[in-house]
């Protein structure tokens, strides 16, 4: 009788233990491996896109879509990570308004020649000692401050830009050196119809411009079954994906999206309707390679 | 005297349009909204003569707007501000004449979905407003997908009731 009481107690004290220290066990990083990253990103579902900068050997991007947010993950040399969303420029206003109260994030205005947008950033240090739950946190943390930073950005973002109902060559060709998009132009078969074959990402885009009066960008990818055609159609908003089966030459689908610009366009509504794209051509690829 | 000083007038200011007209539209300033407050849409609506019947969506900061046009049964919802989101349904079709539609289509695209009845063929389009839209732009939104409803009722068999 008396050994069984100790047999349990010793279990209890074995139990106690070890609900005592959860974290026992847990691996704590000082250096994280780019595997690792990926490995924490797969046990998230997060679907991504894994490229090494061109300008930083030592920095690595993670880019994946999260909550319809598109996100980049900055590993530089495995010492810290950096999560950032880009959203359209707003007044500085609004950054300091964020600023001021958030604890686990910061916004910045980027706006030069070259750059025209906000930002969301938020860092991790991972020299210190980190564990993949810390990781996981420091993710769906960022969830949060990103609703809540889209939500403060969008009601009064107005401002006075110079619009216009049609745009001509030469407007759409300043846009596109200023994105820094080396493009080829091509004549279109209509009179002022214009077409701008250049890369983005190593997909193979077209922009036809329609007179000034509208804009549409077009990808190809492998002919896909109409019924999955109409499955990325249902799910998805601002494209549409279209089966094209020509009777010369082999079927192909393309992924489109076309501005309206008899309403009134300025360039920074272009270059959203051209930067967007890029998102909307990793998902489809993601989809069809599925 | 007086003749030669009008001729003289209409010549220049037909010039002077016809620069205007070879360079397309001027420039002007406008406001551009980074996310499309109800207060605006409806604004909108009420300038369009468009007869509309809110409603809340499911999701809070969600509005849907209920209105007929040229016999059409149109909803537009407002996603928050964010974006808009205009469709109309039509009787089913099958995926090769969606298709058909999608291919020339370049300001509204075909869906078939499922709905109380069974299946429905829906005509759609949205305006991502998170990069900024003028009021022009979702006018001209507006304006266009009623163009868009006329032209597939022509193209589908008949539109539902």
Known sequence: MIFKKLILILLLVLVLHTRASPGQDAKVYKNISMETVEEILKGLAIDFKKTPSPTNKKLTIFTFERNKYKLALHAFAGQDLMLVAEFPAVPLAYINQWNRGAQFSRAVLYQDAKNDFSALEANLDVAGGVTDDTIRHFIRRYDDEIKRFDKLLFPAAVREEEVVTKVPSDRLEKILKGMEIPFKKIAGKEADTFSYEFERDTFKVRLHNFKGEDLMLQAAFKAIPPTDVNKYNFNRKFIRVVLYQPEKGKSYTALETNLDCQGGVSDRIIRYFIDTFDGELIEFAKFIAK | ???????????????????????????????????????????????????????????????????????????????????????????????????????????????????????????????????????????????????????FAKFAPKKKE
């Open chain 2, 1 to 151: 005297m007086r003749q030669l000083a009008l001729i003289g007038g209409l010549a220049v200011l037909a010039v002077m349009l016809g620069s205007n007209l070879a360079h397309g539209q001027k420039a002007q300033t406008e406001k551009v909204f980074r996310g499309l407050p109800s207060k605006e849409l409806e604004s909108i609506l009420k300038e369009l003569d468009i007869k509309f019947k809110k409603a809340p969506g499911e999701k809070p900061g969600v509005f849907f707007y209920d209105f007929e046009r040229n016999q059409f049964k149109i909803r537009l919802y407002n996603y928050n501000g964010s974006d808009l989101w205009i469709d109309a349904s039509f009787p089913k079709l099958k995926l090769q004449e969606i298709n058909r539609w999608n291919q020339q289509a370049k300001f509204s695209r075909v869906v078939l979905v499922k709905d109380n009845d069974g299946e429905a063929t829906s005509l759609e389009s949205q305006l991502d407003c998170r990069g900024g839209v003028t009021l022009g732009m979702v006018r001209q939104f507006i304006r266009r997908f009623q163009g868009e409803a006329q032209a």
